[in-house]
T-cell receptor
Framework: NAGVTQTPKFQVLKTGQSMTLQCAQD?????MYWYRQDPGMGLRLIYY???????DKGEVPNGYNVSRLNKREFSLRLESAAPSQTSVYFC???????????????????FGPGTRLTVT | AQSVTQLDSQVPVFEEAPVELRCNYS??????LFWYVQYPNQGLQLLLK??????LVKGINGFEAEFNKSQTSFHLRKPSVHISDTAEYFC??????????????FGTGTRLQVTL
């Protein structure tokens, strides 16, 4: 299993350009996520998809759009890139596993290697 | 609302010394807690998780964490660190969302720097 894969690994854009970050997972997970990581701020959720055909906003959705193409793939689009979108972008996927201690569900998110985006 | 505080942005330590990385959380719902590790230029890897049950949780690479409800803490410990443990460590609290989705709220991270 490759787990969660992301393309490209690096990208440099000029202000106003558009691009799509691709993400795919081979673990048959229902849920997928996009995060951005900025120095001193940890990771923040941009958008997520609870299941194929659904998407919802996270903490910082402005300036982004997403598409859940099928169960495996979840893409993130920047329509008009801005320097404030310079960041490292991570895709993740998860599934809920029942049967943990005291009957609680286990949620674990698995992360891709990231895309380092610079907007000049 | 949930939040996570990692008070130490950097922790320098000598090889074979013990280390503790501190994490405090706030959550208005049942608590699920995680520690992730990020090696340079890589994604996040799950170290360990607390869902319920025993308050002492063991993870990979010899790490363990203790859930303390009264102090709302989930500190990460290792009795003897190795150079290869040099990485960024993130504490996170999770809340269920719709369906099988979940929301992770991360702390700002602690950079563990192990030297000889």
């Amino acid at each position: 299993n490759a787990g969660v894969t992301q393309t490209p690994k690096f990208q440099v854009l000029k202000t106003g350009q558009s691009m799509t970050l691709q993400c795919a997972q081979d673990m048959n997970h229902n849920s997928m996520y996009w995060y951005r990581q900025d120095p001193g701020m940890g990771l923040r959720l941009i958008y997520y998809s609870a299941s194929e055909g659904t998407t919802d906003k996270g903490e910082v959705p402005n300036g982004y759009n997403v598409s859940r193409l099928n169960k495996r793939e979840f893409s993130l689009r920047l329509e008009s890139a801005a320097p404030s979108q310079t960041s490292v972008y991570f895709c993740a996927s998860s599934e809920r596993f029942r049967g943990g201690a005291a009957g609680r569900s286990s949620y674990e998110q698995y992360f891709g290697p990231g895309t380092r985006l610079t907007v000049t | 609302a949930q939040s996570v505080t990692q008070l130490d942005s950097q922790v320098p330590v000598f090889e074979e010394a013990p280390v503790e990385l501190r994490c405090n959380y706030s959550s208005s719902v049942s608590v699920y807690l995680f520690w992730y590790v990020q090696y340079p230029n890589q994604g996040l890897q799950l170290l360990l998780k607390y869902l319920s049950g025993s308050t002492l949780v063991k993870g990979i690479n010899g790490f363990e964490a203790e859930f303390n409800k009264s102090q709302t803490s989930f500190h990460l410990r290792k009795p003897s660190v190795h150079i290869s443990d040099t990485a960024e460590y993130f504490c996170a609290v999770m809340a269920p969302l719709t369906g099988t989705a979940s929301k992770l709220t991360f702390g700002t991270g602690t950079r563990l720097q192990v030297t000889l």
